[in-house]
């Protein structure tokens, strides 16, 4: 299983507010900067947010990053159909001294 | 435009070895870190290894040390991948994925190269 744990799946309907937990531990999230990825469908992640909270240039503020702890949280506001994807978290490990991924959360907006 | 371009995946047995190569473009190869990720199907994310933009410090993934060495040629804008006594469990679409501005993050994929490990 990953070192950091994300909610299989999430859903909401169009124009909602979802949010997906990422949560893991001292040597991972409670030390390091958290990086969030969406995946769409037969395609390669991109990057959504990084050191915790940042959008790169191009990313809508629909999206945005928090870190509390040992925790993260996305969060996508105005939820649209072309939203649906999976959503990774990602981290360095400092006692693995490798970087590290949640499992995924398959967002579903019905 | 930043662009990575994997190639070299393909079908091989067990304990065979394959060659991955990203071919870089849009921007200065050499100052950029870099990573391979791969993703087994229907899984997902996996980071695996990590270059330098000197090619002075390397990193591995527990799961693939000692059997995958990573390499650049900056000349060449190119990030490679050696594969060595491959696994069934290393059947997987490989990315190469360049290190963000952030501490943590990586900024740019490539579309990915599968390679499936089977007899």
């Known amino acids: 299983q990953s070192v950091l744990t994300q909610p299989p799946s999430v859903s909401a309907a169009p124009g909602q507010k979802v949010t997906i937990s990422c949560s893991g531990s001292?040597?991972?999230?409670?030390?390091?900067?958290v990086s969030w990825y969406q995946q769409l469908p037969g395609t390669a992640p991109k990057l959504l947010i990084y050191?915790?909270?940042k959008r790169p240039s191009g990313i809508p503020d629909r999206f945005s990053g928090s870190k509390s702890g040992t925790s993260a949280t996305l969060g996508i506001t105005g939820l649209q159909t072309g939203d649906e994807a999976d959503y990774y978290c990602?981290?360095?490990?400092?006692?693995?001294?490798?970087?590290?991924f949640g499992g995924g959360t398959k967002l579903t907006v019905l | 435009e930043v662009q990575l371009v994997e190639s070299g995946g393909g079908l091989v047995q067990p304990g065979g070895s394959l060659r991955l190569s990203c071919a870089a473009s849009?921007?200065?190869?050499?100052?950029?870190?870099m990573n391979w990720v791969r993703q087994a199907p229907g899984k997902g994310l996996e980071w695996v290894s990590y270059?330098?933009?000197?090619?002075?410090?390397?990193i591995y993934a527990d799961s693939v040390k000692g059997r995958f060495t990573i390499s650049r040629d900056n000349a060449k804008n190119s990030l490679y991948l050696q594969m060595n006594s491959l696994r069934d469990e290393d059947t997987a679409v490989y990315y190469c994925?360049?290190?963000?501005?952030?501490?943590?993050?990586?900024?740019?994929w490539g579309q990915g190269t599968l390679v499936t490990v089977s007899s």
């Open positions: 994925a360049r290190d963000g501005v952030g501490a943590t993050d990586f900024d740019y």
């Open positions: 849009g921007f200065t190869f050499s100052t950029q870190d």
């Open positions: 001292s040597p991972n999230i409670g030390n390091n900067y």
């Open positions: 050191d915790n909270n």
């Open positions: 270059i330098s933009g000197s090619s002075g410090t390397k």
């Open positions: 990602g981290t360095w490990d400092s006692s693995l001294s490798a970087r590290v």
